[in-house]
């Protein structure tokens, strides 16, 4: 089974940057796609942004400009660069890895609190 690992949340200043990674351990398969979701206190859990294994990316409009997806395969990796960040993007940030064969793995959540 593919166990995702997720690291990187915390405490941020409005306007500071943080970066968010998920590693996957245990049984790899060709990877599909990779994308990170949120979910904030009293909402849905939200799409934020994904990376297709053709390298495309895509963003929710509320982040544009401001995330960056990427990831690094050798690694079993993928990254989320939060910059210019505000106190409506605190959540509690998770990453999903989509596999061929209709696969698809959810790591635990790190909490990220953007506050003065």
């Known amino acids: 089974q593919v166990q995702l690992v997720e690291s990187g949340g915390g405490l941020v200043q409005p306007g500071g940057s943080l970066r968010l990674s998920c590693a996957a351990s245990g049984s790899i398969f060709s990877i599909k796609a990779m994308g990170w979701y949120r979910q904030a206190p009293g909402k849905q859990r939200e799409l934020v942004a994904t990376i297709t294994r053709s390298g495309s990316t895509g963003y929710a409009d509320s982040v544009k400009g401001r995330f960056t997806i990427s990831r690094d395969n050798a690694k079993n990796t993928v990254y989320l660069q939060m910059n210019s960040l505000r106190p409506e993007d605190t959540a509690v940030y998770y990453c999903?890895?989509?596999?061929?064969?209709?696969?698809?793995?959810w790591g635990q959540g790190t909490q990220v609190t953007v506050s003065s």
């Open positions: 999903k890895y989509s596999y061929y064969g209709n696969y698809e793995y």
